[in-house]
């Protein structure tokens, strides 16, 4: 493109064709005033306050008026503030005047446009106010229409941020107003209220309940939220040392002003009165005691070394959490490996993403996605499998949402009828359990068509004769037997996909967790390899991982395979660097996985876990054989912020921390490390996280290194260090370069380097050349049968976030569709088992039975029944068998066979 130059205020400066005279005003530092504008959206031009003059010709809004090469504008002048006050005096007079007694009140934008005008009063009467009183039914977005200037950002960020498209205007003059749906308020209309509406509002017309009574804040804290893996920056909003507000920061690289419901009005856990306040040990009559950090700290390492010595080092195990931050995951990982002497370490990305990680790593070189976020706006098609990002990463979902409104071309591929299953172009409703069959038959059109790029396929890749000998005989028709999907629809699906210049696939956990979970990663690699859509912008294979932090806690080492960076346990090098930087030698033999620990304290064998922050007990498969895993330990000690499911059979709990009391960084699902920073202080007597660790570790008599003084606390900062000296791909990261930057995508191998937004940039795989590997067809472990006719698929909802625990205990828990657990039946099946909306109804498998109320809905498909895991009272995972995954032991979460039965 071009360059023009513009005088702006007499001061030179140069932009590409079509910026506007706002864009150049910012680009100066300077700023006109505005209303309805806001740079996450277009242009709107309606409320004229940012006129600027031009040296010859009227005044023109800067907002909307694109740049001409060599013109002058004056954004101050006379004139302008009279045309500037003369506008603030026309909408003041249909506005309340009592701004001491408005929330917005040192922060409202109209306000602030009187005071820079010098407007004091209005020349006008009054209107009387023909608007509706103030609407207070939504638990965290509150309504006051009387104080609307009918600016319609709120509007238009529903529509090209959030693209819900649940707002609109009503009336005209003095009776217009804002309203959801048919103007039946805002859940009525199914507003996923992610609050952007709040964030736009300039005035008081909008707001958060919380912020109404407590003034403005005293600091304001940038973080990365601790829910999805996602990844969105905030804004922490702090008064007299609590979290005011939450809002989303318009410079975050991942999620560029926007937040979900969860990053935006889910903080309130860290004050609930469920909160673990000091740890307990449980005594001899196996009940709960409190004790002093010092007693509780000493009996976990007097127990874990009695453990090691008495019956050696891999009678102990550890599961670390994709909650916690790198630098906790890093030191469990070195606690587990030399206090410890065992590489029985894990966390759960094993039962959620494992088979992503294991299948990129083989067949690419890496085990993590190949693109950025920002890559669905250069999509010309993307096909998404097994996935729900509108729920489940609901910021992603919503760009995904934008690029498909713009004309991006949409695939699904999933059994439930999301919201964008309902967008797609090509809908396939496949069974669960059916994922490898469709995706053998999408490669058997792509070759047997001849869709596929032969000169990428050589140049940059194995193993396609043997491929497509295989999967030859994976008909569209042999696939539609198993998965009920069209045959004509699969060979379109793989034609739409293979026709355009830039194609890519995402997935979530209804590829992994969904039998065989591993094969059907490599099917869907081996097809963008085989099109050449890898390496470029708009293209890639790229799994949407689940948790804030599932993929740093495996990038650092936390697995039982590996260290960081994935580098194998008997790579002489990295032995030798580790024995550099640690000062002894890691143990050789691969640990334990999850499954196996259980499988382990089940046989005896294992006999000591220190579980930190994840809810084994309510998240795993199987939960019966989980709960007598943990009942067969001898100690059990758990470090979590709630006594949750697995800490009631815990011999000590201690209390965490929250990551709003902490330093550290999290990795997005996009390879982005980005800092978290400590907003409040943790209450009272308690301690972080990585202080815990590290006092566990100096009292078992091994010093991690960490030390930030003469007492426990230790230095995030000297942990990332260390991270980069060990880990190749992260080489070039630091704090310091973080603070810079933002962020940093690995690889990042040195100092200088920027970071990598495309991984295997012009087919250059990490492995040489890309591997192509033909998968068979199995079956999934389990199948429906007379006796349990139906299946169950599980996953997450839009309000909770994994076993809900944080959520559960925050305003969100009022919203009518966050309240309890629901089982959804197709209106199909409801009629054939004379279910109606609102029964409760036992759902059981071959493991165990829940209660549950139904609620029917064709959001899912006849035959298939879906259910969440977010609720402890409603136990879901007491349903789901012992399947695994044949590479990564992967649970089948997704593949359940069930039967209803009335509630007696």
Known sequence: MTEVTVSIDGEAVSLQTGATVLDAIHQLGKDVPTLCYSKLMEPYGACRTCMVEQKSGKPVAS??????????????????????RNITELIVSDHPLECLDCSANGRCDLQALAAETGLRHSRYQQAETHQPPPDDRHPFIKVDMDKCIVCARCVRACDEVQGSFILGMSGRGFDAKVIAGNDTGF???????????????????????????????????TTTCCYCGVGCSLKVNVKDGEILNIEPDPEGSANRGHACVKGRFAHQFGRSEYRLTSPLIRDEQGEFREASWDEALDLVASRLSEVREKYGSDAFACISSARGTNEESFMMSKFTRLAMGTNNIDNCSRVCHSPSA??????????????????????????????????????????????????CRLIVLDPRNTELAGLADLHLALRPGSNVAVINALQQVLIT???????????????????????????????????????????????????????????????????????????????????????????GTNPIRGQNNVQGVSDVGALPDVFSDYRKLDDPTARADHVRVWGAAPP???GLRIPQMFAAAHGDKLKAMFVFAEDIAQSDPDTAHVIGALESLDFLVVLDIFMCETAKYADVVLPGSTAFEKEGTFTNSDRRIQRVRRAVLPPDGLMTDGDVINAISRRMGYDLGFDDGP???????????????????????????????????????????????????????????????????QNPGELPDEEFPLMLTTGRMLFHYNVGAQTRRTPIAQLDRAKEETVRIHPRDASQYDVVDGMFIEVISRRGRVRVK????????????????????????????????????????????????HVA
């Not at 879901?876 to 649970?891: M, S, Y």
Request: aromatic content about 8%.
């Open 63 to 84: 907002c909307h008026t694109p740049v001409r090469d060599g013109a002058e504008y004056i954004t101050r002048s006379p004139a302008l503030t009279r045309l500037r």
């Open 187 to 221: 859940e009525e209309a199914d507003c996923v209220s992610c609050g952007q509406c709040v964030f736009e509002c300039p005035v008081g017309a909008l707001e958060e309940a919380q912020t109404r009574e407590t003034g403005l804040a005293n600091k304001t804290v």
């Open 358 to 407: 294991f299948g990129l790593n083989q067949a690419l070189g890496t085990g993590a996605g190949t693109n950025s976020f920002q890559d669905v706006e250069h999509s010309e098609v993307i096909m998404i499998v097994g996935a729900n990002p509108t729920e489940a990463h609901p910021v992603f979902g919503a760009r995904i949402k934008q690029a498909v409104l713009n004309g």
């Open 449 to 539: 068509e001849s869709l596929v790029d032969g000169a990428f396929i050589t140049r940059c890749s194995e193993g396609f004769e043997t491929l497509a000998e295989e999967v030859i005989r994976y008909t569209p028709e042999w696939a539609s037997e198993i998965s009920g999907v069209d045959p004509a629809l699969i060979r379109q699906a793989a034609r739409m996909y293979a026709g355009s210049r830039a194609s890519q696939i995402l997935w979530g956990l209804g590829v992994t967790e969904a039998g065989h979970g591993s094969n059907a990663v490599f099917g869907l690699i081996n097809m963008a390899v085989m099109t050449g859509n890898l390496g470029r912008p708009g293209t």
């Open 588 to 590: 050789l033999e691969k």
């Open 711 to 777: 007492d426990t606390s230790y230095s995030p900062a000297r942990v990332m260090k260390e991270i980069a000296s060990l880990t190749p791909s992260w080489a070039g990261v630091s704090y310091e370069r973080l603070e810079e930057s933002g962020f940093l995508q690995w690889p990042c191998p040195h100092a200088d380097h920027p970071g990598t937004d495309i991984v295997h940039r012009d087919g250059r795989f990490l492995r040489g050349k890309a591997k192509l590997t033909s998968v068979p067809w």
């Open 854 to 901: 139904a609620q029917v809905s064709r959001l899912t498909s006849p035959g298939t029944l879906f259910m969440t895991f977010h609720y402890p009272e409603t136990p879901t995972n007491i349903l789901v068998g012992p399947a695994r995954d044949e590479f990564t032991d992967c649970p089948e979460y997704k593949v359940v066979a069930v039967r209803l039965q």
